[in-house]
């Protein structure tokens, strides 16, 4: 689970920046639930967060707290199901920008279309991950045999050993 809080200072008329947030909740694809506890806005889907490409299908819950006492200070909270992702900067970078897109639409600054140019980005880091990767299983299953020609390990132990490897350099230089 992902969470990011954001606390945002509201100009005068409450009701007016929470039918911007409301607009701007809407037009990004998220739907309003008052059945939830807290209610909020959700979007995507447990099948989403754990096989999409994309980080807008993973299944986010997003709720606007106003502060009762003071009316002027709105609490905004993502919480965000990463189960079954390893979760890149670029997507975490996209997380942070829907929160502060969502923190202007409150305060009734402009709002660009800055994270979805990010969407788009940490798409296409995902794919050229599976693609190296797939790349990679191919070459370790072409040459598995060889290693185990070559030495008394087995065509599983060439395998795994390869692919930790891989996945290790990968790593590190993410």
Do not use: H
């Amino acid at each position: 689970m992902l969470t990011i809080s954001q606390a945002v200072n509201l100009p005068p008329g409450r009701s007016e920046a929470l039918d911007r947030a409301f607009r701007f909740m809407t037009s990004r694809g998220y739907t309003y639930s008052a059945t939830t506890s807290p209610p909020g806005f959700k979007r995507g889907s447990k099948t989403g967060s754990l096989t999409a490409i994309s980080p807008k299908s993973w299944r986010a819950m997003v709720t606007i707290k106003v502060d009762e006492e003071t009316t002027t200070i709105a609490d905004c909270t993502f919480n965000i199901e990463t189960s079954g992702q390893v979760v890149t900067a670029v997507e975490r970078e996209f997380w942070d920008c829907e929160a502060s897109e969502l923190a202007a639409a409150l305060k009734n600054e402009p709002v660009g279309p800055k994270s979805e140019k990010i969407a788009v980005q940490a798409v296409r880091q995902t794919l050229t991950v599976l693609l190296v990767s797939s790349l990679l299983a191919t070459v370790v299953g072409l040459f598995s045999p060889v290693v185990t020609l070559l030495g008394a390990v087995s065509v599983v132990g060439a395998t795994f050993m390869v692919s930790v490897v891989a996945g290790l350099l990968w790593l590190r230089r993410q």
